[in-house]
Protein backbone atom coordinates (compact mmCIF):
# COMPACT_ATOMS: atom_id res chain seq x y z
CA UNK A 1 0.00 0.00 0.00
CA UNK A 2 2.92 2.35 0.91
CA UNK A 3 4.32 1.71 -2.58
CA UNK A 4 1.51 2.79 -4.10
CA UNK A 5 0.89 5.79 -2.63
CA UNK A 6 4.61 6.79 -3.44
CA UNK A 7 3.91 6.14 -7.08
CA UNK A 8 0.56 8.22 -7.15
CA UNK A 9 2.31 10.89 -5.13
CA UNK A 10 5.56 10.91 -7.92
CA UNK A 11 2.82 10.81 -10.74
CA UNK A 12 1.08 13.40 -9.31
CA UNK A 13 4.03 15.59 -9.16
CA UNK A 14 4.51 15.02 -12.78
CA UNK A 15 1.71 16.14 -13.45
CA UNK A 16 2.46 19.70 -12.02
CA UNK A 17 0.35 19.01 -8.58
CA UNK A 18 2.22 20.16 -5.33
CA UNK A 19 0.98 18.83 -2.22
CA UNK A 20 3.93 20.31 0.05
CA UNK A 21 4.11 22.77 2.59
CA UNK A 22 6.35 25.89 3.02
CA UNK A 23 7.07 27.49 6.48
CA UNK A 24 8.85 30.64 7.02
CA UNK A 25 9.98 31.72 10.26
CA UNK A 26 10.69 35.14 11.55
CA UNK A 27 13.23 36.16 14.36
CA UNK A 28 14.50 39.45 15.50
CA UNK A 29 17.07 39.29 18.32
CA UNK A 30 18.12 41.98 19.67
CA UNK A 31 21.37 41.41 22.50
CA UNK A 32 20.09 38.27 22.97
CA UNK A 33 16.53 39.19 23.43
CA UNK A 34 13.65 38.01 20.96
CA UNK A 35 12.16 41.14 20.22
CA UNK A 36 10.26 39.07 17.27
CA UNK A 37 9.48 35.26 16.39
CA UNK A 38 7.08 34.25 14.22
CA UNK A 39 5.97 31.13 12.51
CA UNK A 40 3.57 30.89 9.02
CA UNK A 41 2.84 27.72 7.09
CA UNK A 42 1.10 27.90 3.96
CA UNK A 43 -0.24 24.28 2.96
CA UNK A 44 -3.52 23.34 0.16
CA UNK A 45 -4.14 27.41 0.05
CA UNK A 46 -4.61 27.69 3.81
CA UNK A 47 -2.10 29.76 5.49
CA UNK A 48 -1.21 29.21 9.20
CA UNK A 49 0.31 32.72 10.93
CA UNK A 50 1.20 32.11 14.73
CA UNK A 51 2.90 34.71 16.88
CA UNK A 52 4.97 32.71 18.96
CA UNK A 53 6.59 36.63 20.97
CA UNK A 54 6.76 40.01 20.14
CA UNK A 55 8.21 42.64 22.27
CA UNK A 56 4.24 44.67 21.83
CA UNK A 57 2.50 41.15 22.26
CA UNK A 58 1.33 41.27 19.13
CA UNK A 59 2.73 40.27 15.33
CA UNK A 60 1.20 42.12 12.73
CA UNK A 61 1.58 40.61 8.99
CA UNK A 62 1.30 41.46 5.74
CA UNK A 63 0.39 39.34 3.02
CA UNK A 64 1.16 40.43 -0.60
CA UNK A 65 1.21 39.19 -4.00
CA UNK A 66 4.07 36.84 -4.79
CA UNK A 67 5.23 38.86 -7.52
CA UNK A 68 4.97 42.23 -5.93
CA UNK A 69 8.35 43.98 -5.53
CA UNK A 70 7.77 46.70 -3.55
CA UNK A 71 5.13 46.72 -0.49
CA UNK A 72 4.53 50.45 -0.54
CA UNK A 73 3.30 50.06 -4.20
CA UNK A 74 1.03 46.48 -3.68
CA UNK A 75 -2.01 46.27 -1.77
CA UNK A 76 -1.84 43.81 0.61
CA UNK A 77 -4.01 42.29 3.59
CA UNK A 78 -3.20 42.52 7.03
CA UNK A 79 -3.77 40.61 10.27
CA UNK A 80 -3.02 40.73 13.62
CA UNK A 81 -2.35 38.28 15.72
CA UNK A 82 -1.75 37.84 19.55
CA UNK A 83 1.41 36.30 21.12
CA UNK A 84 0.43 32.38 21.52
CA UNK A 85 -2.17 32.55 19.07
CA UNK A 86 -2.56 31.53 15.90
CA UNK A 87 -5.03 32.45 12.88
CA UNK A 88 -5.96 30.99 9.77
CA UNK A 89 -6.83 32.18 6.42
CA UNK A 90 -8.09 29.93 3.03
CA UNK A 91 -7.57 30.83 -0.15
CA UNK A 92 -3.80 31.95 0.09
CA UNK A 93 -1.93 30.02 -2.73
CA UNK A 94 1.17 32.28 -3.82
CA UNK A 95 2.56 35.42 -1.37
CA UNK A 96 5.29 37.27 -0.15
CA UNK A 97 4.64 37.83 3.84
CA UNK A 98 5.84 40.75 6.08
CA UNK A 99 5.70 40.43 9.81
CA UNK A 100 6.45 43.13 12.13
CA UNK A 101 5.84 43.37 16.20
CA UNK A 102 4.78 47.15 15.93
CA UNK A 103 1.79 48.06 13.56
CA UNK A 104 3.26 51.39 12.57
CA UNK A 105 6.59 50.11 11.72
CA UNK A 106 7.81 49.29 7.94
CA UNK A 107 7.41 44.92 8.36
CA UNK A 108 10.04 42.70 7.71
CA UNK A 109 9.61 40.61 4.49
CA UNK A 110 10.18 36.95 3.63
CA UNK A 111 12.68 35.94 0.60
CA UNK A 112 11.73 37.41 -2.71
CA UNK A 113 10.63 33.91 -3.57
CA UNK A 114 7.84 34.09 -0.67
CA UNK A 115 5.25 31.49 -0.07
CA UNK A 116 4.00 29.22 -2.25
CA UNK A 117 1.80 26.49 -2.94
Same mark, same amino acid.
Given at each position: M &?? #? ?8 ? #?? @?? %???? *???? %??? /?????? !? !?????? /???? /? ?14 ? #? /???? &? ?11 ? *? ?5 V ?5 L ?5 C?? @? &? ?5 Q???? *???? &?
Amino acid at each position: M &DT #LFAVFAFLAS #LA @GF %HSGR *DTVV %HRV /VTNGVY !L !LASRAT /VEAG /VARFECMRSASGRCHY #L /VLPH &DCSDSKACTGRRY *DVAVGDVRQVAGLHAFRLCVS @G &DASAPAQCASS *DGLA &D
